[in-house]
């Protein structure tokens, strides 16, 4: 395989490229990215690039070496899989030996049409656009209280401005479970910010522009709102063999492949698990860091390269909280906590499922990766022994 | 090549030392080390990955 393309700039793609070349590909590598930036990290961008903390290009990534074919600002139109060529919005055609599809996700909009004063935030002109639409000190609602629309939230907080989120759920229950929801909503009250349920789902008002968010018993009104109600990952330039066209992930095997010579990774694939088990998709950073050496292993040696490691490692940043967690997500059982309280903001805490733990996380408490891996999976006493 | 941490921005998340063991470590504050700041050629692959792996940007390497 002597020219292997990668379809995608960002953390799945970068990661891909590096693992070939680590895998020993000596070939060429074309890594096509569609935004004009140099790749880099998303978890700034609703936390420090966004209160305006960070400069936005503090989140470069080491850029990809001299040995790999780096063309920014190359969207990609459509594969001619027969043809073994990718059409750019440029009007070539880029061929293959071996491809990998890292596009990715972009964020899902409520008003169909883009609405003025509706932001998303998914890449880094996204947070850049909306820090400058924060510092005018606008009254914002956020819709979506997961990780995102929290961190959003928390981070609209620091900057003093008076903010509303609304959500289907509880926050962070379908992330969290709810012992930890009830924590986190609870802190974020404390901190000023207004929460309400909305079991029937909300919408945007306003013609032009965005006035506020209306639920089936209130309206809340609103300079600007954030939607951050999830992703729809980008297949459609993949044509037929995109599973669900505009819709759902593409469905890889445990080895990120689904179509000869193609693999996939990151936020735009669904792993099967082993053994012909359930699709799983996991759009994580340590999902796509492990996807793209999974899937850059399988391209070049097929059933040799290992099946993916699931992605276990999530975490988040909001309110003063600083929460690392090892496990699936939602976590499985019942909350103990490990040491520490919750009421002091300082804890370690476990979930317990039939005896044996599913998960683990810290809350403003160091514990190495490797430790806190250890209290998600091995049994309680000597977990303990070795890392308090 | 050369690897460096930004200690103030590092937050610990060990990224780096699942990737590439030999190279990094996390320190007993949580904070991660370069154990090898002069990366011979044979390894500069998983250094550069495990550079990449880092989700606050803190690791720079240099040729």
């Known amino acids: 395989m002597r020219r292997i393309v990668i379809v995608g700039g960002s953390l799945a793609g970068l990661s891909a490229a590096s693992a070939l070349r680590a895998e020993g590909h000596d070939g060429s590598i074309v890594l096509l990215g569609d935004e004009r930036h140099a790749p880099y990290a998303r978890p700034p961008l609703s936390k420090g690039v966004l209160t305006g903390k960070e400069e936005p290009t503090s989140a470069q990534l080491p850029p990809p070496g001299d040995d790999i074919d780096l063309r920014l600002g190359t969207s990609v139109v459509t594969l001619d899989f027969s043809r073994e060529a990718i059409l750019t919005r440029g009007g070539a055609w880029v061929p293959y030996d071996g491809l990998i599809v890292a596009t990715g996700a972009r964020a899902r909009s409520l008003g169909q049409g883009g609405l003025q004063g509706e932001y998303l935030l998914r890449d880094l002109d996204d947070s850049i656009a909306l820090q400058q639409a924060l510092a005018r000190g606008p009254k914002v609602v956020v819709v979506g209280a997961g990780f995102l629309g929290m961190e959003v939230a928390s981070s609209c907080r620091m900057l003093g401005l008076e903010v509303d989120v609304v959500d289907i759920d509880p926050p962070l229950l379908r992330l969290l479970g709810p012992d930890l929801s009830e924590f986190f909503a609870d802190v974020a009250r404390e901190d000023g910010v207004r929460i309400h349920a909305v079991p029937d789902g909300a919408s945007l008002l306003g013609d032009d522009k965005v006035t506020g968010v209306a639920a089936a018993e209130f309206r809340i009104d609103a300079d600007i709102v954030v939607t951050a109600v999830g992703d729809v990952p980008n297949t459609e330039w993949l044509g037929r063999l995109g599973s669900h066209p505009g819709f759902g992930p593409l469905l890889v095997d445990s080895r990120g492949r689904f179509a000869p010579g193609i693999v996939a990774a990151g936020d735009v694939a669904a792993f099967r698990e082993e053994n012909g088990g359930e699709f799983r998709r996991t759009p994580h950073w340590s999902s796509a860091v492990q996807q793209a050496r999974t899937a850059a292993a399988a391209l070049l040696r097929g059933d040799q390269a290992d099946p993916v490691r699931p992605g276990d490692y999530f975490w988040t940043e909001q309110f003063g909280l600083d929460l690392r967690m090892c496990g699936q997500l939602p976590p499985r059982g019942e909350m103990q906590i490990v040491d520490g309280s919750l009421q002091k903001r300082e804890a370690i805490v476990r979930w317990i499922q039939d005896g044996s733990p599913t998960a683990a996380a810290t809350i403003n408490r160091k514990l190495s990766l490797p430790a806190l891996r250890r209290f998600s999976s091995v049994p309680i006493d000597s977990a303990e022994r070795q890392a308090v | ?63």
Do not use: S
């Open chain 2, 1 to 63: 090549m050369k690897v460096e941490i930004d200690r103030d921005r590092c937050e610990g998340h060990g990224m780096c030392e699942e990737a590439a063991p030999d190279i990094f470590r996390l320190d007993h504050e949580g904070v991660a080390q370069v154990l090898i700041p002069d990366v011979p050629t044979e390894m500069e692959a998983k250094a550069a990955a495990a550079a990449r792996a880092c989700p606050v940007a803190a690791i720079r390497t240099t040729a």
